[in-house]
């Protein structure tokens, strides 16, 4: 048995009760194995087993009173992964489903990501499972509130910065930071995602949609295509598609759908972002009101779907770009799209493709562009973030968005130059966890076991 598969087995037996972080160590651990065996030293310094297992896990209950004046407990967490490059980065995710084992997935996916942006941050990951749909502002803000009573302790500019994600955004941070600052008396850079008024960057809301658009262009660009012209398939209705939407438009191609929990909008002459923007960050509503919205719109529930899952992969389109969830793609989803003659799919949340799915794309050798590469654009506008408040400066607009564009550049060339170097042009999923983990397994041996 090879070294990464002996780990894999050994993880297997320990997590069973965590599939998600089974299956996202499975598809890193499981593309190793030629870097592995071109540097011994990784095996003799036991980098698989010690970049598996996060350096802590913090676990909290969260308490506070909903608008009834009655108690409401949460369970908290934050996993900080891997800092052998940096401070601990990543997202904070509130959403029912959170669990030990999906922030694992999603903090040993972000060590990998955090390295491909070439910038020096560590991986970590938290949230709870504080459902914000349904609740009053002042029932989010106690939440915030009682989430950052555990919190604070743990986090600081050079310890630990973690961000927004799914359930997460502007709202969201604004509560957490006014907490932190009250608990602390300290005003600094502890999370990103601010208000422009209070730290934050500008083009950070947009950055992880835009970024994942300019790793498109690059990965298309460097087969000799475009996106101009192309009819797109985009899932998830919140950050990420929004602005994915907004930058597809800019680049000549036209995003025929999105989709939230409740259902999928399909509309053949184009999505209007204006539209979604004010139903899903102003109203907060369903997509069934932007049907109501715009006459062309076609909106289906997701009861109406044998799976009771979002229809988006069911349209004839040429590009796919799935920015709403985990496992959201599953293998026969990327049957129909390939049959229905797709060549290009670049994930902007993370890991949403089953790993059937990704092997039909590799299969296929379409113009497939993996999660940790492809929406690395929102984490390396987060410590863009970071660097204007250790300089207590901001940058504008354009300064921020072309950074970006350089960094998703870069890191596609990076990840597609690594893929060749081990023989497998074109295999960007290999490519990026090669690249992503060299450099910190390079950091870990420098900086010794105590
Ligand atoms: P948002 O909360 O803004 O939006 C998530 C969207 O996906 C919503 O439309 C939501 O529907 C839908 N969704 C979420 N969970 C489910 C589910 N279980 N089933 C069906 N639909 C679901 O999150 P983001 O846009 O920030 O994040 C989306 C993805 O992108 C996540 O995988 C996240 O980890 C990843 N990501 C985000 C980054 C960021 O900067 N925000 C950076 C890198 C990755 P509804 O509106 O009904 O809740």
Redesign the pocket.
């Known amino acids: 048995m090879s070294y990464s598969d002996n780990v894999l087995a050994s993880l297997k037996s320990r997590y069973a009760y965590q599939p998600e972080f089974l299956q996202a160590a499975q598809e890193i651990l499981s593309t190793l194995q030629p870097c592995l065996d071109k540097n011994p030293a990784y095996e003799k310094n036991r980098i698989l087993e010690r970049i598996t297992e996060p350096e802590r896990i913090f676990s909290f209950k969260v308490e506070w009173l909903n608008d009834q004046g009655g108690i409401e407990v949460n369970h908290g967490y934050r996993v900080q992964f891997n800092s052998a490059i940096g401070p601990y980065k990543g997202?904070l995710r509130l959403?029912p489903?959170v669990n030990e084992g999906i922030l694992k997935f999603?903090g040993l996916e972000q060590i990998l990501k955090n390295s491909l942006t070439g910038t020096p941050i560590g991986g970590g990951k938290g949230g709870a499972d504080f459902d914000p749909?349904g609740k009053s502002d002042n029932e989010v803000m106690r939440f915030c509130q009682a989430f950052m009573i555990q919190l604070y302790r743990y986090i600081g500019p050079t310890i630990d910065v973690p961000a927004?994600?799914?359930?997460v955004?502007g709202r969201e941070i604004g509560y957490l930071y006014g907490a932190y600052k009250r608990l602390t008396t300290r005003y600094e850079g502890i999370l990103t995602g601010k208000g422009l008024n209070y730290g934050g960057s500008l083009a950070r809301t947009e950055?992880?949609g835009y970024g994942l658009v300019y790793f498109t262009d690059a990965m298309l660009k460097d087969k000799g295509e475009s996106l101009k012209g192309k009819v797109c398939a985009v899932s998830?209705?919140?950050?990420?598609?929004i602005y994915c939407c907004e930058k597809l438009y800019e680049m000549g191609a036209t995003p025929v759908t999105v989709?939230?929990?409740?259902g999928t909008i399909y509309d053949p002459n184009g999505i209007k972002v204006d539209v979604l923007k004010q139903v899903?960050e102003v109203e907060r509503a369903?997509l069934s009101r932007y049907a109501e919205l715009v006459s062309t719109a076609k909106f289906t529930p997701v009861s109406d779907y044998p799976q009771g899952k979002?229809q988006v992969w069911t349209y004839k389109v040429d590009a796919a770009f799935p920015?709403?969830?985990?496992n959201?793609l599953n293998e026969e989803d990327a049957k129909t799209l390939l049959a229905n003659g797709c060549t290009c799919v670049a994930e902007?949340?993370?890991m949403p493709s089953t790993i059937g799915a990704i092997n039909e794309f590799l299969k296929a050798k379409i113009n497939y562009g993996p999660a940790k590469a492809a929406?690395a654009g929102?984490?390396a506008t987060s410590q863009l973030e970071m660097e204007q408040n250790a300089g207590m400066t901001s940058w504008t607009f354009e300064e921020v968005d072309s950074k970006l564009h350089g960094i998703m550049t870069n890191l596609y060339n990076n990840t597609a130059a690594t893929a060749r170097e081990f023989g497998l042009d074109g295999n960007l999923v290999l490519g990026a966890n090669i690249a992503g983990f060299r450099k910190v397994a390079d950091a870990m041996i420098a900086q010794g076991v105590i």
């Open positions: 997202g959403h489903s999603l749909k927004g994600d799914i359930g955004g950055a992880t998830g209705a919140g950050n990420v598609a989709s939230d929990s409740r899903k369903s979002h920015c709403a969830t985990q959201e902007g949340a993370n929406n929102g984490v």
